[in-house]
């Protein structure tokens, strides 16, 4: 299982890998041709689930999205290793998005799409274990 506590698993969430937001920071910072302020959001719409189907197209092996119940993810993300106590920030995010009050692709907003895809990541992650 890929454990989630986005849900639902089937609603997408922008995500980007680390490489890409590092060559997104070095072109912003050597980039002069733009003044002012400028917000970026970053990343591609996937969703838990279709992380998953990139995970089971790389690993050859059934792997499924599954959410953490809400009441549950304190203990969970201590298992994961986080301190105990630690995740309140990120829980508060996670129920921020879930409940919409966190919001992607408003007004005003400039999206820059990912370009690796998650097979991509996950592919790269399997080769350096080997």
Request: glycine share 6%; charged share 20%.
């Amino acid at each position: 299982h890929f454990y989630t506590f986005y849900q639902p698993a089937e609603r997408p969430v922008p995500s980007i890998a680390t490489r890409d937001i590092g060559a997104l920071a070095a072109q912003l910072l050597t980039d002069k041709s733009w003044t002012g302020r400028r917000i970026l959001e970053l990343g591609s719409p996937y969703s838990p689930a279709q992380i998953a189907s990139a995970m089971t197209e790389v690993l050859g092996r059934p792997v499924s999205a599954m959410s953490v119940p809400r009441d549950r993810w304190s203990a969970t993300m201590e298992a994961f290793g986080l301190p105990p106590g630690s995740s309140w920030a990120y829980e508060e995010m996670v129920d921020n998005i879930n409940s919409g009050w966190i919001n992607f692709d408003v007004p005003g907003v400039e999206r820059v799409a990912g370009t690796a895809k998650p097979q991509q990541v996950y592919t790269a992650a399997r080769d350096s274990q080997q």
